[in-house]
């Protein structure tokens, strides 16, 4: 196998965690960077089973720092980046749209440019991969999916920026003739999800025995994928994409919230042993997101038919996994919602 550098930005949090295990794991003739600025997001202890492996090195950093990106790709010559770093909750993007314009677009363009000028001369053997969403393209009625033909209509801003740094990439191939290859992937769900999101904090939610909050009427719909399954088509797409491609990257699991919050009650009623019933009685309807789009739902099948991938699990047997995660590692749960994980990385780097 031939031996190459990859740096794999934010590598800490939920999916690029679960991108640089399986890289370290399965290609040892590699080195790969794990670059993160290890905000409230990010965590090492998601990475501990792998973080003596002789292959693997974590630098902490931040991609809005230009000089900084610019200098590291200069010392340690990559033959190619993954790009997962991103603020991702749209919550957050709605309180504060300028942090997400700065992390995921200024972020991206100063990765892009610390590649070109690292890269000139020999950009068909370096390969630029941005992970991006399917929120890029807005809602969908009650029919239909998005593909990789679908125009961008983003409706929030985290959405917004994450469609202005795919339009950045795409421009960076086209002028500068650069690899770069992009992938919009439906919502994903697994262990290690940092848990103001739904799955995750439902769970700890109702192991608690707290409201757990649901939006509106709980009728909006989301695609779901494994957080493994995504690892694994990004590892497809990496090594087998045509430059310039677009690949939309879904779990063909469809739920409506409130459907997929019963689910998940019920399947942990039966986790704790409690009476069938007892953890749907904490749901808690809630105001509406503002700007919240209706349905997501995306097609894979170009994914599918020209590299070969499939998702491996449906959402039930996927959501059980995912419950027995939470429910046997308490303590990572238990440091990442009390805050104690930051403490300990702002003694360890600051």
Same mark, same amino acid.
């Given at each position: 196998?031939?031996?190459?550098?990859?740096?794999i930005?934010?590598?800490?949090?939920?999916?690029?965690?679960?991108?640089?295990?399986?890289f370290?794991?399965n290609?040892?003739?590699?080195?790969?960077?794990n670059l993160?600025?290890?905000?409230?997001?990010g965590?090492?202890?998601?990475?501990?089973?792998?973080?003596?492996k002789?292959?693997?090195q974590?630098?902490?950093?931040d991609?809005?720092?230009?000089?900084?990106i610019?200098?590291l790709?200069q010392?340690?010559?990559?033959d190619g980046?993954?790009?997962?770093a991103a603020?991702?909750?749209?919550?957050?993007s709605i309180?504060n749209?300028?942090?997400f314009v700065?992390t995921?677009?200024?972020g991206?363009?100063?990765l892009?440019?610390?590649a070109?000028?690292?890269?000139k001369?020999h950009y068909?053997?370096?390969r630029?991969y941005?992970?991006s969403?399917?929120?890029?393209?807005?809602?969908?009625?009650?029919?239909g999916?998005?593909t990789? +033909?679908?125009?961008? &209509?983003?409706?929030?801003?985290y959405?917004?920026?994450? $469609?202005?740094?795919?339009? =950045?990439?795409? %421009?960076?191939?086209?002028?500068?003739?650069?690899d770069?290859?992009?992938?919009?992937c439906?919502?994903n769900?697994?262990?290690?999800?940092?848990p103001e999101k739904l799955i995750?904090l439902a769970?700890?939610n109702?192991?608690?025995?707290k409201?757990?909050?649901?939006?509106?009427?709980? +009728?909006?719909?989301? &695609?779901?994928l494994?957080?493994?399954?995504?690892a694994? $088509?990004?590892?497809?797409? =990496?090594?087998? %994409?045509?430059?310039?491609?677009?690949?939309n990257i879904?779990?063909?699991?469809?739920w409506?919230?409130?459907d997929?919050i019963h689910?998940?009650?019920?399947?942990?009623d039966?986790?704790?042993n409690?009476?069938e019933?007892?953890s749907?009685?904490?749901i808690?309807?809630?105001?509406d997101?503002?700007?919240? &789009?209706l349905?997501?739902?995306?097609?894979?099948t170009?994914l599918?038919k020209e590299?070969g991938?499939?998702p491996?699990l449906?959402?039930?047997?996927?959501?059980e996994?995912?419950?027995d995660?939470?429910?046997e590692?308490e303590?990572?749960?238990?440091?990442?919602t009390?805050?104690?994980?930051?403490?300990y990385y702002?003694?360890?780097?600051?």
């Amino acid at each position: 196998m031939t031996s190459k550098t990859i740096i794999i930005t934010g590598g800490a949090g939920f999916i690029g965690s679960h991108v640089v295990r399986r890289f370290v794991n399965n290609y040892p003739a590699y080195r790969i960077i794990n670059l993160d600025k290890l905000t409230y997001a990010g965590n090492l202890a998601n990475l501990k089973d792998i973080e003596a492996k002789p292959n693997y090195q974590f630098v902490k950093g931040d991609i809005t720092d230009a000089q900084f990106i610019l200098e590291l790709f200069q010392q340690e010559k990559p033959d190619g980046i993954i790009h997962l770093a991103a603020e991702s909750h749209v919550d957050r993007s709605i309180t504060n749209p300028l942090e997400f314009v700065i992390t995921n677009v200024v972020g991206t363009v100063n990765l892009l440019n610390a590649a070109r000028e690292t890269w000139k001369g020999h950009y068909n053997s370096h390969r630029f991969y941005h992970v991006s969403t399917d929120e890029v393209y807005g809602a969908l009625g009650a029919t239909g999916m998005f593909t990789e +033909e679908t125009k961008y &209509d983003p409706h929030s801003p985290y959405s917004a920026s994450k $469609a202005s740094s795919d339009h =950045f990439v795409r %421009a960076y191939h086209d002028t500068y003739g650069m690899d770069c290859v992009i992938s919009n992937c439906s919502n994903n769900y697994g262990a290690n999800h940092f848990p103001e999101k739904l799955i995750p904090l439902a769970i700890n939610n109702i192991k608690l025995n707290k409201p757990v909050p649901v939006y509106g009427k709980g +009728e909006n719909v989301r &695609d779901w994928l494994w957080v493994e399954d995504h690892a694994r $088509a990004i590892d497809t797409i =990496f090594h087998q %994409a045509k430059t310039g491609e677009t690949y939309n990257i879904g779990g063909h699991n469809e739920w409506k919230n409130i459907d997929l919050i019963h689910l998940l009650c019920k399947i942990m009623d039966k986790k704790l042993n409690r009476a069938e019933g007892t953890s749907a009685k904490l749901i808690s309807f809630v105001q509406d997101r503002a700007g919240h &789009d209706l349905r997501y739902a995306i097609d894979s099948t170009k994914l599918q038919k020209e590299l070969g991938w499939t998702p491996s699990l449906q959402f039930e047997e996927g959501l059980e996994k995912t419950v027995d995660w939470y429910l046997e590692n308490e303590d990572w749960l238990n440091h990442v919602t009390s805050g104690e994980y930051q403490k300990y990385y702002e003694e360890m780097y600051k």
